[in-house]
């Protein structure tokens, strides 16, 4: 399937950022993308993030002052 799509110009420096970065294609900086997002990991990655937070604030605090 092909698919065009516009990006505006901050989007399209990220993706050519990432590319240069990663050592790929626009286009498979691209596909990376759109697998992650799809593959829910973005939102359990969020999801464990904020468990992590509620559960270890006392011991995240403490090391901040630390």
Same mark, same amino acid.
């Given at each position: 399937?092909?698919? @065009?799509? &516009? ?9 050519? &950022? *990432? @590319? #240069? ?6 286009? #498979?900086?691209? %596909? *990376?993308?759109?697998?992650?997002? *799809?593959?829910?990991?973005? +939102?359990? +990655?969020? &999801?464990?993030?904020? *468990?992590?937070?509620?559960? #270890?604030?006392?011991?995240? %605090? +403490?090391?901040?002052?630390?």
């Amino acid at each position: 399937m092909i698919i @065009a799509l &516009r990006l505006s110009e901050q989007e399209a420096q990220a993706l050519q &950022r *990432t @590319a #240069d970065k990663e050592g790929c294609s626009l286009e #498979d900086a691209a %596909r *990376t993308a759109v697998l992650e997002y *799809t593959s829910g990991w973005h +939102r359990e +990655r969020v &999801r464990l993030l904020e *468990t992590i937070l509620e559960q #270890d604030s006392a011991v995240l %605090r +403490r090391l901040g002052s630390a």
